[in-house]
């Protein structure tokens, strides 16, 4: 329901106001049609950037099963508001040009604009939607150039220090903003006033800074980059001082994702918040010791709702409030955090000698337990690790995994990784790309932990098979043989693959690319896109299987995704590759060809 109210009735409503209005105004039927098509076709093509103008079409990638989409639909929302007060200005126009006494359109208008509150209508109606326009709360105002040398171009300050970082969070379910009162235990050893700097999310702002509880001038400069902004504050000759920041606001997300929006969700669903979208974060100042100072923070979510921090972050529920909320402490160390919350469950699973504690989605309980996730989990943490080695991002004997509100890949760092919903939604795990069953589907996404996120894979070429998908699958498929044998691994996955393989290379517009390019743009990225699924899940498993077979075996392809996956990384360009691969097996592309 809230997905037609949001899209398709708006849509609707726009389509009625935008033909009644070019009628009136030309009084024929033909020309109004082709302003119509006009104006449907310019959502689709020259408006398709941007977010705003996209009446037909709204900016939205993908909506959550599991989490909340009330950031997203509030931004079609506003969308649609914006679109209905132009069109309504439109619409108060074409009853100025109701033709009268037999006159044309201008001296129509002319009479008509007696009516004092029609004039009135078209021109608060176009400047309030000028007004929406202009003044949109959802976007930052990032510069569009990425100048990643100057962002990071900070000159420290080596007389101020962070000891500790406390804040008491306030989110606001209802209305999607946040609050919070930052303290910071900080240590100036210069004896001298000084001015330190802090990042923020662009749609807060600093109500208040008290030093020891005397108020200090602080300066918001405005100065959106990357979805921050600085926020410097004027510290007394004080050597010990404990700084309090007040701030709030809604929480902008970066202008350049504006047609991926939603990421940024506070609701009585899901909260995720980062960084400076949890607190201000220091910018041109660090901690005094080796160790990290300790980040705790102290928020309220209602019953049914979890937090969990990513990293080796620790939660503490305080207590129940009198309005049924839950009073919980969040224990961390450094200078940011990372929020998530939600109906999570978690299970500790002891795999391959560490704590594995998984977190995922009450709405997947029933379909975790069929596919007996603590089951799968210990399998392939025992199977990876013992075959190509340790996560590079295990923590102190533990790790987390984390199910999170976004589709498509994930991340992982310091003790943590998270995944997309979309890694666990029954369809997906019903996909016979991925696996025979649901189970060996999870196995697959899991298996993820070790080819697609600390070994990244650089593939932007659609017809590349190069990507995680074909290690991730071979993977599964020597799993599956170890536990069931050749004629289960071979029924279920090596047929599979070459079957879509042999229909792959059987394709008209794979055996004539030529015919492919004359299609419009739409219809060849759709079957690209259907095409380098084959690619990916089944002709790339069928090449490491022959190399498996020219480089001497399973044992001896072990050792080489093992060194491979062990390998020091180049931080300019961190990317396993195709060419990587070859090398390591000393073969060339040639020697893998299926034909």
């Known amino acids: 329901m809230a997905g037609y109210l949001t899209f398709m009735l708006p849509a609707a409503l726009c389509a009625v106001l935008f033909t009644a209005s070019a009628y009136q105004i030309t009084r024929r039927l033909d020309l109004t049609l082709v302003l119509f098509a006009a104006f449907a076709l310019l959502s689709l093509t020259a408006w398709k950037e941007n977010w705003l103008l996209r009446w037909l079409n709204p900016a939205v990638n993908s909506m959550s099963d599991d989490f909340g989409n009330v950031r997203l639909l509030r931004s079609v929302l506003y969308n649609r508001l914006f679109w209905l007060l132009l069109l309504c200005g439109l619409c108060a126009l074409s009853f100025l040009c109701v033709r009268r006494y037999g006159k044309g359109i201008f001296g129509s208008a002319a009479r008509n604009l007696r009516k004092v509150y029609l004039p009135l209508l078209v021109v608060t109606s176009l400047l309030s939607g000028y007004a929406v326009y202009t003044y949109q ?20 300050n080596e007389s101020v220090f962070s000891n500790a970082i406390h804040v008491d969070a306030r989110p606001n379910l209802s209305t999607g903003c946040f609050y919070g009162t930052a303290v910071y235990s900080l240590h100036n050893i210069s004896g ?74 506070i609701s009585r669903d899901y909260i995720y918040l980062a960084n400076q979208d949890f607190s201000p974060m220091p910018k041109d100042f660090v901690w005094e010791t080796e160790e990290q100072p300790p980040f705790t923070a102290e928020i309220d979510l209602p019953a049914g709702m979890t937090p969990v921090l990513f990293a080796e972050g620790t939660v503490e529920q305080m207590g129940k409030n009198p309005d049924g909320s839950y009073h919980w402490k969040l224990i961390d160390r450094g200078q940011n955090i990372i929020l998530y919350a939600g109906d999570y469950i978690s299970h500790h699973i002891d795999a ?93 996404e899991i298996v993820h932990q070790w080819w697609g996120l600390g070994n990244m894979f650089d593939s932007q070429d659609a017809s590349d098979p190069w990507s995680a998908e074909g290690l991730t699958v071979y993977t599964t498929y020597r799993m599956m043989k170890e536990q069931y044998g050749d004629a289960y691994a071979k029924k279920n996955y090596v047929d599979v693959w070459q079957e879509q393989v042999d229909d792959y290379y059987q394709n008209f517009y794979v055996r004539h690319p030529e015919y492919l390019e004359q299609l419009p743009e739409q219809y060849r990225a759709d079957i690209a896109n259907s095409l380098s699924q084959v690619r990916q899940y089944c002709e790339m498993p069928l090449k490491i299987l022959k190399a498996e077979q020219l480089v001497g075996g399973e044992e001896a392809m072990d050792a080489i995704l093992a060194k491979l996956f062990t390998r020091q990384l180049d931080p300019t360009y961190p990317y396993l590759t195709y060419q990587d691969f070859l090398s390591a097996c000393a073969l060339t592309e040639e020697d893998l060809n299926l034909a």
């Open 352 to 444: 391959a000698g560490i704590d594995v504690e998984f977190f995922y989605s009450a709405k997947h309980k029933q379909v975790m337990e069929e596919c007996n996730v603590d089951s799968v989990v210990k399998q392939v943490f025992d199977y990876c690790t013992e075959h190509y080695g340790p996560l590079s991002f295990y923590g102190d004997s533990s790790m987390k995994l984390i199910e999170i509100g976004m589709v498509g890949g994930g991340y992982a760092a310091n003790g943590a990784s998270a995944m997309g919903e979309d890694s666990f939604n029954e369809q997906g795990l019903k996909d016979p790309l991925k696996g025979a069953g649901g189970s060996e589907v999870l196995a697959h």
């Open 137 to 156: 709360p959802f976007l930052d105002h990032s510069k569009a150039e990425i100048d990643m040398d100057s962002y990071y171009n900070i000159t420290y």
């Open 192 to 265: 001298e006033p000084q001015t330190i700097s802090f990042q923020t999310n662009p749609g807060y702002q600093v109500q208040s800074a008290t030093v020891n509880e005397v108020p200090v001038t602080f300066r918001d400069l405005e100065d959106d980059d990357q979805n921050t902004k600085t926020i410097e504050v004027d510290l007394p000759a004080v050597e010990t001082m404990e700084l309090v920041i007040e701030y709030g606001g809604f929480p902008q997300e970066w202008n350049l994702l504006e047609l991926s929006q939603g990421a940024l969700e």
